[in-house]
């Protein structure tokens, strides 16, 4: 049984592929990539697909059972290039789809669940099986601003205290690779999120704590925080765009205490005080 992964050379895709290759024969995985030079050093199988290109897709997909359909990279082109290879694999005769989603991607304020969405409802017309990833925010998401954070003196944002049920790329790695090397997840929705939530101001004390250095979180308008981002290098419209995903945090959009994730991981999520531990020893 042949395995696809979309993105693999991604920094999730390739914890994937690395976690897979410890349950799975190599000769099994297959690499679908935009450049299969890239994804040389994955060790696996790696073809050209192309998310905007159909008539790459169908044979991209040929002899692939089971497609892991990593969410793409381009907000604002999402639904349509998913909308593409979910086709593909219908007419290659894929058997099981699992697609990494949004945390409650059905009721979510955050403006990327409206692709999730389409997504979700394409996946449910194709009639192929599949199992829905729900992923949460990545840890790294905040802590990849820690050395900004050191150099400003205050961590940033327009969060307020909502609370942030995150967890590490390499815990939503575990999972998707649970759930492609086990049965029994067919038409499941999974909403996975860190068992332990967290306000910006927690995340500060953290950083604090560990650092030795007194580093508060500074609560900002939307509007400021999206000029601060601006200023930071962020291309106008990405900067808008966090800056409004902070709001959704802001009103617990990325909450979850169901605890699906350490359950299917078999283990519980990394603690934020590893993740920014982590985040500092890579400094």
């Not at 332990?196 to 250095?213: C, F, H, P, V, W």
């Not at 601006?230 to 979850?256: H, R």
């Amino acid at each position: 049984m042949k395995i696809g992964i979309t993105g693999a050379t991604g920094q999730l895709g390739r914890l994937i592929v690395s976690k897979l290759k410890e349950k799975v024969a190599p000769e099994d995985l297959v690499a679908l990539v935009r450049s299969p030079q890239k994804a040389a050093d994955l060790g696996i199988e790696a073809r050209e697909a192309h998310y905007d290109e159909p008539e790459t897709l169908k044979s991209a997909l040929q002899g692939i059972d089971t497609l892991l359909l990593i969410s793409g990279s381009e907000v604002g082109k999402r639904a349509t290039q998913h909308g593409h290879i979910i086709e593909a694999a219908k007419a290659s005769g894929v058997r099981r789809i699992v697609y990494t989603s949004l945390l409650h991607a059905d009721t979510t304020s955050v403006s990327l669940g409206v692709e999730h969405r389409a997504t979700e409802k394409a996946l449910k017309d194709s009639g192929i099986p599949h199992t829905i990833l729900r992923n949460g925010w990545y840890t790294e998401n905040y802590t990849g601003s820690i050395p900004g954070a050191l150099a400003g003196g205050a961590f940033i944002g327009s969060a307020g205290e909502g609370r942030i049920s995150s967890a590490t790329r390499a815990d939503f790695a575990e999972a998707a690779v649970a759930v492609l090397t086990t049965e029994g997840h067919d038409e499941k929705v999974y909403e996975l999120a860190g068992d332990e939530a967290y306000t910006l101001s927690e995340l500060a004390a953290e950083i604090s704590r560990q650092t030795g250095k007194e580093i508060p979180y500074r609560n900002l308008p939307e509007s400021d925080y999206a000029a601060a981002l601006t200023g930071f290098g962020i291309p106008e419209g990405m900067a808008k765009a966090i800056a409004n995903w902070d709001v959704s945090v802001a009103q617990d959009d990325l909450y979850d205490e169901s605890h699906q994730l350490s359950k299917l991981i078999g283990r519980p999520t990394t603690p934020l005080s590893v993740a920014v531990k982590d985040a500092l020893k890579a400094i």
